[in-house]
């Protein structure tokens, strides 16, 4: 029986040290685990539901469960909301899966930046760094005080609200305001 105590006591131990090995971020309400991919953290956010089911309909699941890495500049369902009525509805039609592959497409940058390396970048380019989507376009990053801004190909702007939400396959930043292409 002591045996058995000192078996469970060990193996309880080990799963508190990898959890805390395990730096996790809370995303819409739900811990975001750097062991696993974009795709299967995403799932669990409640604040991405609308960003799952674009990825779903523009059939980028299993890209962005792959192994990257990637850099994913994740707008919230509250980001899809500033949209006009009728905008992601009408997006996620499968005659418009082109439409919306480029949009989702441009959220994405190839490799792994986190806030750190952007930050980097940015003072590189004496306060604004260029990006190249996966899209194709270019996506221009600054600073405004402690807060990294994206600036898309149509001048919008969108604020990084959770930088660094570390997955296998690369990095998520959470975003206020989706960004477009031309």
């Known amino acids: 029986m002591k045996k058995l105590a000192v078996m469970i006591v060990s193996a309880l131990v080990s799963m508190s040290s990898f959890a805390q090995m395990e730096k996790t971020v809370m995303v819409g309400g739900a811990a975001m685990y750097p062991s696993k991919n974009i795709i299967e953290n995403a799932v669990n956010s409640k604040d991405h539901t609308t960003l799952v089911a674009a990825v779903k309909a523009a059939g980028l699941v299993e890209t ?95 604020k990084v609200t959770i930088a660094d939400v570390n997955q296998s396959n690369g990095v998520i930043h959470v975003i206020d305001t989706l960004i477009m292409p031309k």
């Open 64 to 158: 962005l469960s792959s192994a990257g890495p990637f850099t994913v500049f994740a707008p919230t369902n509250k980001a899809f909301a500033k949209l006009p009525a009728g905008t992601v509805e009408t997006l996620v039609k499968p005659e418009n899966k082109g439409t919306l592959t480029t949009i989702l497409t441009y959220h994405v940058v190839a490799g792994k930046l986190n806030a750190k390396d952007l930050a980097a970048k940015i003072k590189a380019g004496n306060g604004t760094a260029t990006l190249k989507t996966v899209q194709g376009g270019t996506l221009k990053v600054s600073m405004k005080g402690k807060n990294v801004i994206l600036t898309d190909e149509k001048g919008g702007t969108s």
